[in-house]
């Protein structure tokens, strides 16, 4: 997974505020300095115990099993969970929505040039842009989600 969507999940507030735990998603721990994605395996009782969650590491770790707190977990969505984000009256119209994002949207304001290649590298990395201008007018500029003046000047 990518360091770079990993950091833009990260600093999606308002996305991060509305998730809840659920077996199956993607995690990274709230260090910097361990990045790592790691999956939700168990949720010890979400329900009655929602403060541990239990997480397998990736192959890399050694694949082990641990209990790790909740807090500060930072969630990456798997580009299907974006979809459930996302109100449209059907995927047509889903379809048409991103298009249109998609072909105008990303304009560099500074330097009149598409900026999708340079900041998305992942179809996570664009969904998540575009749930994040969807939903809350905001924009990746390569470092942080900021409001998107083009929008509001419209």
Request: proline share 3%; glycine share 6%; net charge neutral.
């Amino acid at each position: 997974m990518l360091q770079s969507y990993i950091d833009m999940c990260s600093k999606a507030k308002e996305i991060q505020k509305d998730y809840k735990l659920r077996c199956g998603d993607y995690v990274s721990l709230p260090s910097p300095d361990l990045r790592v994605v790691i999956v939700i395996t168990g949720n010890l009782g979400l329900d009655l115990n929602p403060e541990f969650v239990s997480v397998t590491f990736p192959y890399s770790y050694g694949n082990n099993t641990t209990v790790v707190r909740t807090e500060g977990l930072v969630w990456i969505p798997k580009q299907s969970q974006f979809y459930d984000m996302l109100y449209f009256f059907s995927a047509g119209t889903l379809i048409a929505a991103f298009n249109k994002w998609y072909k105008g949207h990303l304009i560099n304001t500074t330097t009149g040039e598409n900026d999708l290649y340079f900041f998305h590298k992942s179809m996570e990395q664009l969904w998540l842009e575009f749930t994040m201008y969807s939903r809350y007018n905001k924009k990746w500029d390569g470092k942080d989600w900021i409001n998107d003046k083009q929008t509001e000047n419209s």
